[in-house]
C-alpha cells in the first residue's frame, strides 16, 4: 500500500456524494491529522445551494489557496463596505484552475454546478471566526435572507 494519499476521481464522487447528503449541503475530506495541524489540506465538496458567509482571515499568515478538482467554483472578494472588489470563476473550460486569496480580504466561494469539489490549503491550526473576521453586511448562515443572497452571489459569477 502506497504511503503518498492521491486524489482520484473515486474520492472526489465520495466526498462529491457526500456533500450532496449534508445538511449544509458541503463536505470536507481533510488530509491533515487534526485542526490543530499547521497546515490544512482538504477537499472542500460544494453543492450549490450551500451559502459561505463572506468572511476574512485576519492572521496574517491565513492565505488560502483554492485549486479546483471538479465543476465550476465562483470566488467574490468584497470591499470593506460589502460592495463587490472582484469576481473569479475557476472552470476547466475557460483554463483557470485556481486562485490564491491573501489573508484580510473579505471572500466566499459559490457552487455553480452540482458535484464542484476544490482542494483548499491555509494554514492552521483551525479557529472559530472572530466576530470582525465575519462579514456584517452579509446575512448568517441561519438568516433566510442568505438564499436570496446566495442567488446573486452565483449570478455575479455566472458567465
Not at 10 to 30: F, I
Not at 45 to 51: C, L, Q, V
Not at 138 to 159: F, G, I, R
Request: charged share 25%; net charge negative; aromatic share 6%.
Amino acid at each position: 500500500m502506497s504511503r503518498i494519499r492521491c486524489v482520484t476521481a473515486g474520492l472526489l464522487q465520495e466526498v462529491s456524494g457526500a456533500a450532496q447528503v449534508s445538511p449544509r449541503l458541503r463536505r470536507n475530506h481533510n488530509f491533515h491529522p487534526s485542526d490543530s495541524s499547521r497546515c490544512h489540506r482538504l477537499l472542500n465538496a460544494i453543492e450549490p445551494a450551500s451559502y459561505i458567509r463572506p468572511h476574512r482571515h485576519l492572521d496574517p499568515e491565513k492565505d488560502e489557496a483554492f485549486i479546483l478538482m471538479a465543476g465550476r467554483l465562483g470566488i467574490v472578494l468584497f470591499e470593506e463596505d460589502g460592495s463587490v472588489a472582484e469576481t473569479v470563476l475557476l472552470c476547466r473550460e475557460r483554463g483557470v484552475l485556481a486562485a490564491d486569496i491573501p489573508h484580510g480580504l473579505f471572500h466566499t466561494a459559490v457552487s455553480l454546478v452540482s458535484g464542484t469539489v476544490f482542494y483548499e490549503t491555509k494554514a492552521g491550526p483551525y479557529l472559530p471566526l472572530l466576530e470582525s473576521e465575519k462579514a456584517s453586511w452579509a446575512p448568517a448562515d441561519d438568516d433566510p435572507a442568505a438564499v436570496a443572497y446566495l442567488e446573486h452571489l452565483k449570478n455575479l459569477c455566472s458567465p
